[in-house]
Structure formats: C-alpha cells, structure tokens
C-alpha cells in the first residue's frame, strides 16, 4: 500500500512539474467539498504561450439562476480545501445522521420545516445518494471536459464518479454524471470467506443537457437522472452482543446482527425539463415539467431472528417471511410568466401534479394484498424579488397555494450584513404517513395539515481573518407527525416549539485556518422530537508549498453530539422512529487529513474514527450514531479527482 501511494505521489509530482499553480486562500467549514481556497489551476499553456483549455474555458450554470433571471457561469472547481469530506455525512457538515456506514439510511439531526406543497412520496433515506435534480450543472465548455474521482475509504467504503460534458454547438451542450459506490459490513458476518460482506450498492446517473437559439429567447434544459441502491438489511446489532454494565461505554465483540436474510432496494427515474421563451423585452413565458417514478422493495425471507429478538410487534400475514413492495408516479407541470418590472423580478405560476401510490404487501398462502391512494392537485403562485447591484443582495417575498388545502408564505432578506427571514407553511401528510398496510406494520391516518411557522436570522462579521456569524431559528409546530416507539406513523396535534442558537466562526492567521460550527437546542416537546442539545464541528489545517509545485494542507476535524435517545431505524419502511432504550453519541468524532493538489489534480489521505480506543481506555469499545448501529472504526482513506479539459 505505501509503496502504490508513493508511486502515485510521484507521478502526479512528474506531471505536475510541467503546469502553473496558483497559492490558494480562503475557505469556509461549510463549503465542504467546495471549500474556497481559490480557485487553483491555470488554463493550459502551449509552446506558443497561446491559451488551449482549462478551467476558465468550461463553465457552468444552475437551472436556479435561469429561473430567477440572473445566469451566473461559474468556474470549475479546483480548490483542495476540505478536499477529504467525501463522506455524504461529513459533506453535509454532519448535520445527517446514518447507520453508522456508507451509504446508509439516513435523515436531518435538526428540524427542517416542509416547504413543498402537496401529497409527497414519504420514502426519502436514500435521497443524499441520488444526484438532486436542483444541483445538477448545466455546462457551457470550449472543449471536453471530464472529470475523473476516486475515493477509497477503508473497510470497503469505495466510491467512484465520472463526469463528462462538451458542447456540440456553441449553443448546444450535452452531458452525463455517473456515481457508483459500495460499503462493506461492520458486523454480522463471519470473515472473509462469508459471500454476504457486502452492505450496499449505489448506482446513479443523471443525462443532461442545455440549448439556446441563436437571439437568446428560447432556453431549454433537461435531464434524466436515475437511482439505483440496494442495502442488506442487519436491524442493527443484536441485544446479546452488547454490553451495558461497563463504565467505559458500549461495548461489543465479534457482534451478530438482527437480520439476516433482508434485503431493500430502491430505484428512481426522473425526467425534468425546464424551458423559457422571451416574448418582449422584460417578459417571459416559462413551462417546467417533472415525471418522477419510484419503487421500494423490502424483502426478508426469514423471520426467525426477528421474532427471537422481538423486531416486530405483529405479523398479521405469516410468521415466516416478509415481503413488501410499493411504488410512486408523479406527473407534474408548471406553466407561468416572469420577468422584470420597475426594479422588481416577479414571477406567477400555475402548477398541476398527477400523484399516486400503490402498495402490495404479501401473505401466508401465497397471495397479495394491495393498498391505493391517488392525488389531483392545483396550485397557483407569485414571487417578487427586488435585487440590489450586487445580486447577492435581495428582498424576496413568496406564496403558493394548493386549491382548497396547502399554502405557503415566505419572506427574506439577504444582505452581506445579515440575512432574515420568516416562513409559514400548512402541507399535507406524505402518502406513507396517511396509509400504509403490510405484514408486521399498518395504519390509517387522517389528513390533517402539519403547521408550522418559522423564523431565522443571521449576522454576518467579516474582517481580513476572522469571519463570525451568530445565528438563531425558531419553530412553531402543529399537527407533527411523527413514528412512536413501535415505528407507527402517528400525528401530534397539540404546538410546540424548536428553538436553535448557534453559528459558524473562522480564524485566519496567516498559514492557519480554524473553524468551528456550533449549535445549541431547545425543543419543548421531547417525546415526539429527539434533537442532541449540544452539537459542535471544529476544524484546524496548515497551508503550505513543498518544492514549489505541490499545495498541502494538513489539518484535524472534530465532531461531537452530546449524548440523546436518537431515533432507531425500522428497515421495513425506511423510517426513523422514537426509542427509550439508549443514548447515542456523546463520543468526540476525530479525523486527521492531508489534502494536496499538483496543478489541477487534487488528492487526500485521510485517517477517520482516529480516536476509536481512547474513549477512557475501552480499546474494543465503540459508539452509536443511531440505536444499535455502531459508527465505522478507525480506517485509511484515499482519494483522488482529476479534471481534464481536452
């Protein structure tokens, strides 16, 4: 292995002799992977001095600023800082919580209000794997552009993306994304030799593409974008491999897991087009249509473990096996008009959505039984902006309303001193919350509007080397739902409240960078919403040249979460659930890095969980991320990202 990294090392140092690179500076704790070190790299230079192809000739765009009439070509990015979060939890900022591993189940720590209206799908734990559909970039490039990524994170966690892009005409650009990922099991299995090490797999593509006409009035982008990702199921860690009686914090050895014959897969295919017309100066026409197709299995074909270890309450159907499987269409069209008037950006829209669900579920002599549930639904809606020369400065104010039920009132404004804003929303339940029935799980819910308003401001200082900004968000909720103890959707129809305080902070002394992330919670209401108290990121690096062509930075991160009954995870319906048995966390989350970058290509190496073992001296002990689930232990990680621009 070191052997394999110092040939690599000094092949990227050969060819990174021959290019130019910039020093970096900046950086922001939540920019992740997109820290914001500069820009680095340089565009390609010939014997002949003359400009070929780099990132200054491959730009992009977000559909975003298409939308709100302001196109921004953004750079690629270059940029080494926090270049190791490669992790989807880390990237997040860890404010995602999973099952301990890669490609895990996942879901919010803190409250997040609902802000889109109408019935939704309710199965969203694998969504940080797919590639959102309002992230997706739309290039514009002088030549091919690739790019190339590689992550190997130890104990099976291995990650793969390619990307590539080129325009056809001036105005016509076509490309593709493709994400593929695996992770191996932490427990349950018995070696090497075991044919079920594999935890789970990840496909993901998104097709895209963007033309223009000639005069500019016609815009058109589009994509397909699939999900594919599979998972066996373990249920967690069985409850006699656990030992509670020690000081020195959870224990296990050699641990078996709950399941294991269960298995869940999960597939998505959408298509998404947005186009706009000019009809006159200052006034489009705009059309945006969704198809979105989405289908969930869960599998288990025996269920001895599971009545031993007392996963399910009931088995209505059969006592042996569990076999689930429901499925989600939606078509969607949005027709409206936009433009500009006097200073202000104004948008109206109507908006018409086609959903339904259908659930088979099976049962003990081989037969099926089904569950529906259809949704029509119009919507109509305005938004003004008025933006200040710096467009990063705005005032926007929002409403929809879905005939007859949801609505939506929102108001912000952004400044570079400070940012506020207020929210209000009445949306429906998710299809699985109203309805659902299978062999172990069932109920019937009414559709009762969750309510919630919110409030949130932040203040930003900023000076040549410290950046500080405080903020604060309030919630006040309504009509919650919520899974109880037995992983039952149930709804909470009295108020109660959520208030966060906290903030980021930066230091820059020269060469050094430090920042911190913190966050401290209130929630009145504990026993429908689990929220940690105390959470807290801080990361420290160092920049520095080495032999004038190789940019380092060497750093540590910590996290920590004080100690809570954080949700337990029911695989059956991918939901995460209230649960009084343990506390989670409490754990300080430590990872030391080196980030580099030789011309354009960027690389890292990484040691993460680098403190497991020292927690009081418990050499075998470990910790929860959620109930049962522990985090993966300390591990190697590599990773690398090469763009290409010809």
């Not at 270890?309 to 949005?334: A, P």
């Not at 299809?431 to 509007?449: P, V």
Request: charged share 15%; net charge positive; glycine share 8%.
């Amino acid at each position: 292995m070191k052997k394999w990294l110092y040939i690599v090392f000094c092949g990227f140092c050969s060819v990174a002799a021959h290019g130019q690179i910039r020093m970096p500076t900046g950086g922001s704790l939540g920019s992740g992977q997109q820290g914001g070190f500069g820009s680095g790299g340089q565009a390609k230079i010939d014997d002949s001095t003359k400009v070929i192809y780099g990132p200054s000739t491959a730009r992009y765009f977000l559909e975003e600023d298409i939308f709100n009439n302001h196109k921004t070509l953004y750079r690629i990015d270059t940029s080494y800082n926090a270049f190791h979060r490669y992790n989807f939890v880390q990237r997040s900022d860890f404010q995602l919580v999973d099952l301990g591993n890669f490609g895990t189940a996942s879901r919010n720590v803190f409250f997040r209000p609902i802000e889109q209206l109408g019935a939704q799908f309710g199965y969203e734990a694998y969504t940080p794997y797919a590639y959102a559909i309002n992230d997706v970039k739309y290039y514009d490039t002088k030549s091919p552009y690739t790019n190339l990524y590689l992550a190997l994170g130890g104990s099976g966690q291995n990650i793969v993306r390619f990307d590539h892009s080129q325009n056809l005409s001036p105005r016509l650009n076509l490309g593709i994304n493709v994400q593929r990922f695996t992770t191996n099991k932490q427990f349950g299995t018995s070696g090497q030799a075991d044919n079920q090490t594999n935890l789970t797999q990840n496909w993901g593509f998104v097709f895209h593409g963007n033309y223009r006409s000639a005069n500019d009035k016609y815009t058109i982008l589009g994509q397909f974008n699939h999900l594919n990702h599979n998972v066996l199921e373990q249920g967690g860690m069985s409850p006699d491999s656990l030992n509670f009686a020690t000081s020195r914090g959870t224990e296990y050895d050699n641990p078996s897991a709950t399941f294991r014959t269960a298995q869940s897969w999960e597939r998505r295919n959408n298509v998404h087009i947005y186009q706009q017309y000019v009809l006159a100066q200052g006034f489009q026409v705009y059309h945006v249509f969704d198809y979105k197709r989405n289908i969930d299995f869960f599998t288990d074909s025996d269920l001895t473990n599971a009545r031993l270890y007392g996963f399910y309450n009931n088995y209505y159907y059969d006592t042996t096996r569990t076999h689930q499987e429901v499925k989600f269409r939606l078509f969607e069209n949005k027709f409206g008009i936009k433009g500009r008037y006097q200073g202000f950006n104004y948008r109206a829209h109507y908006r018409q959505r086609i959903a339904n669900m259908r659930g088979v579920y099976s049962k003990i002599d081989s037969t099926t039984g089904t569950y529906r549930l259809n949704r029509f639904e119009n919507f109509v809606g305005l938004w003004l902006a008025y933006y200040l020369k710096d467009s990063t400065q705005r005032a926007t104010a929002e409403f929809e309303y879905l005939l007859g039920r949801d609505f939506k009132i929102k108001g912000e404004v952004v400044s570079k001193w400070f940012t506020a804003g207020y929210l209000s929303t009445f949306t429906s339940p998710t299809f699985l919350q109203l309805l659902y029935d299978s062999n172990n799980l069932r109920w019937s819910n009414s559709t009762r509007l969750v309510n919630s308003n919110n409030i949130y401001g932040q203040i930003n200082i900023n000076t040549k080397s410290i950046r500080f900004s405080p903020r604060l968000d309030y919630h006040l909720i309504n009509n919650y739902f919520y899974y109880d103890t037995a992983a039952i959707a149930r709804q909470y129809t009295s108020a109660f409240s959520v208030v966060r305080i906290g903030g980021e902070a930066e230091f820059r002394p020269g060469k050094f960078q430090f920042l911190t992330h913190t966050y401290y919670t209130l929630v009145s209401n504990d026993a429908v919403l689990r929220i940690p108290r105390f959470f807290a990121n801080f990361r420290a690096s160092f920049d520095f040249v080495y032999a004038k062509v190789l940019y380092l930075q060497v750093g540590a991160e910590l996290h920590y979460k004080s100690p809570y009954y954080a949700d337990a995870y029911m695989p059956l319906t991918q939901q995460f659930h209230l649960q009084n048995r343990i506390k989670t966390e409490g754990v300080v989350y430590t990872e030391v890095f080196l980030n580099a970058r030789i011309n354009r290509v960027r690389l890292f190496v990484k040691m993460a969980n680098a403190a497991q073992g020292t927690y009081q001296g418990a050499l075998n002990a470990g910790y929860f991320s959620t109930p049962f689930y522990p985090v993966v232990g300390r591990t190697l990680g590599f990773g690398v990202n090469w763009p290409l621009f010809d």
